[in-house]
C-alpha cells in the first residue's frame, strides 16, 4: 500500500532521512492544503488585466490590485450567465473558490458569477452596449425611417394579456378609428424573449408584401430593469435597424430608456402615447379636407373667370382679324376694278377674270384658316373649362348631394336632420329628391 503522504517515518534514527517527494505529490500536498485551510467560497475585489476568450468559451484573466496577481479562470457555462462584457482595467467582485492546477502546478481563482465593483451588471451592460451600437451608426438620425402620415394598417408587438396592449389600441382608435390593427402575441420578458421579439420583426418583414403594414409597434408597459432586459438585447436592436418597416417602440414608463428605444425610428415615452406617435388626429384631417375643398373650389371659380376672359380676348381678336382681312380684300377689289376701267374690258375681261377668281379664293383659304385656328383655340378653351368645372364630375358616376331647404352641400351627417328633404344632382342636371329617415 502506498505510503501517506502525512505519515511519519516510523523508524527512530539518530537523523532522519529526508523526505523525498515527486512533483505531483506535492501539487497534490497543496491542493489539498487550500481545499481544507481555506473558505470554500470567496469573493475576490479587483481590477481584470489581460481577459482573454478562448474558442471554447471559457475566459482567462488576472485580478490585480496595486501590487498582486491572482490568475483567473472562469468556465463557459459561467460566463454564459453575465449580463456585461468583462474588458480589462474593470473593477470588479468575483465569487469562487482557489485550486490548484496540477499540469501546471498553479493555484487559481475558478470564478463562478462576477458582479462590477460600484456599478450595478445591468445597467453596465445597458452602456456598454450602448457605446457598441452608437459607435457602429445604429442610433444615428439618417438611419431613422419616417412614419407614414396616413398609416392604414398598424403590427403591434406586444403581450395580449398586458395592460399596453389596450393602451395602445385605445389610443389609436380615439385618433384614428380607420386603421387595421393586427396583434403579434410575444413574451416582453424573461429568458429567450429578445430572441423571439426580433424573429417576429424578421418574420413581418419577410411576409409584409402580404400584409402590407404601415408600421410596427413594439411594445410594453413598466417594470423593473429585470424586466425590461428583453428590450436591451443586441439581437433585437439589430433586427429593428435592419426592418423595412417603421418601427416605434414604447417600452416602460417615461423615465425608461432601452436600447429598443434608441435603435427605433421613434420613441414613444409610454404604450399610450405610441398611438400619437402613429396616427393623425382624424378630426385635423377633416378640417385640412375640408380647408382644401374651399381653396380648390375658389381656383376652379378663378380658372373659370379666366377662361371666360380667354374666349372674350379670342373673339375680340378674330374680329379685329376678319375687318382687317375683309378691308385688303376691299382695297384689292378696288384697285382691280380701276385697272379695269383704264383698259378695254373685252380684251382682258378672261385674264381678269381667271386673276379675281384666285384672289377669291386665296381670301376664302385664308379666310378658312384663320377661322379654323380660331375655332380650335376656342374648344380647346371650352374643353378646359368644362375640366374645371365641378359638376363635370357628374358625367363620371359622380353626384352632389345638398339640403333641399339650405340648397348646402352635405359633407356630413350634421347637416341634415332626420325629415329633412335632400336633393341629390346626377349628370345632365337631372336631380333626385329623397328624405332622410335615418343617420
Not at 415615452?269 to 400619437?276: C, D, H, V
Not at 376694278?337 to 381670301?363: C, F, G, Q, S
Not at 385656328?373 to 374643353?383: R, S, Y
Amino acid at each position: 500500500m502506498e505510503e501517506s503522504l502525512f505519515d511519519q517515518p516510523k523508524k527512530k534514527t539518530s537523523q532522519p532521512k529526508a523526505r523525498i517527494y515527486t512533483v505531483r505529490q506535492v501539487n497534490t500536498l497543496i491542493k489539498t492544503a487550500l481545499e481544507e485551510k481555506l473558505p470554500a467560497r470567496l469573493t475576490v475585489t479587483g481590477e481584470i488585466s489581460g481577459f482573454k476568450r478562448h474558442s471554447s468559451g471559457h475566459c482567462y484573466f488576472d485580478l490585480k490590485d496595486e501590487n498582486t496577481v491572482l490568475p483567473m479562470v472562469m468556465w463557459k457555462s459561467a460566463f454564459g450567465k453575465l449580463k456585461f462584457e468583462p474588458e480589462n482595467g474593470l473593477a470588479v467582485l468575483a465569487t469562487g473558490y482557489v485550486n490548484v492546477y496540477p499540469p501546471q502546478g498553479k493555484y487559481q481563482f475558478y470564478v463562478d458569477s462576477m458582479t462590477p465593483a460600484g456599478l450595478g451588471a445591468l445597467q453596465l451592460a445597458f452602456e456598454q452596449m450602448k457605446n457598441k451600437l452608437a459607435a457602429e451608426g445604429l442610433f444615428d438620425e439618417k438611419h431613422k425611417k419616417p412614419l407614414p402620415k396616413y398609416p392604414m394598417r398598424i403590427g403591434i408587438l406586444t403581450s395580449k394579456s398586458g395592460a399596453a396592449l389596450g393602451d395602445i389600441v385605445d389610443s389609436i382608435y380615439n385618433r384614428w378609428p380607420v386603421a387595421k390593427l393586427l396583434l403579434y402575441d410575444i413574451p416582453v420578458q424573461g429568458e429567450g424573449a429578445a430572441e423571439k421579439i426580433a424573429k417576429a420583426i424578421k418574420d413581418i418583414n419577410k411576409r409584409n408584401t402580404t400584409l402590407k403594414l404601415d408600421a410596427i409597434i413594439i411594445g410594453r408597459g413598466g417594470g423593473s430593469a429585470e424586466d425590461l432586459w428583453a428590450f436591451n438585447e443586441e439581437i433585437l436592436a439589430r433586427e429593428i435597424f435592419a426592418s423595412n418597416i417603421p418601427v416605434i417602440s414604447a417600452v416602460g414608463h417615461e423615465i425608461d430608456i432601452t436600447i429598443a428605444d434608441l435603435v427605433a425610428d421613434a420613441r414613444a415615452s409610454t404604450p399610450t402615447k405610441a398611438g400619437m406617435i402613429a396616427v393623425p388626429d382624424i378630426k385635423e384631417v377633416q378640417a385640412n379636407i375640408d380647408y382644401l375643398c374651399e381653396n380648390l373650389t375658389d381656383k376652379l371659380r378663378w380658372m373659370i373667370q379666366l377662361g371666360q376672359q380667354n374666349v372674350d380676348e379670342l373673339s375680340f381678336t378674330l374680329s379685329d382679324l376678319m375687318k382687317d382681312i375683309f378691308s385688303a380684300a376691299k382695297n384689292t377689289l378696288s384697285e382691280f376694278l380701276e385697272k379695269i376701267l383704264r383698259i378695254e374690258p373685252h380684251r382682258l375681261l378672261a385674264d381678269k377674270k381667271i386673276a379675281l377668281n384666285n384672289v377669291h379664293n386665296k381670301i376664302a383659304e385664308k379666310i378658312n384658316r384663320i377661322l379654323s385656328n380660331a375655332k380650335l383655340q376656342f374648344e380647346t378653351q371650352a374643353g378646359k373649362l368644362f375640366a374645371c368645372s365641378p359638376k363635370s364630375v357628374l358625367n363620371r358616376g359622380y353626384s352632389i348631394t345638398k339640403n333641399a331647404a339650405t340648397g348646402k352641400v352635405i359633407t356630413d351627417p350634421s347637416d341634415v336632420n332626420i325629415g329633412d328633404l335632400v336633393a341629390t344632382e346626377l349628370a345632365n342636371e337631372k336631380t333626385i329628391e329623397s328624405k332622410v329617415t335615418k343617420k
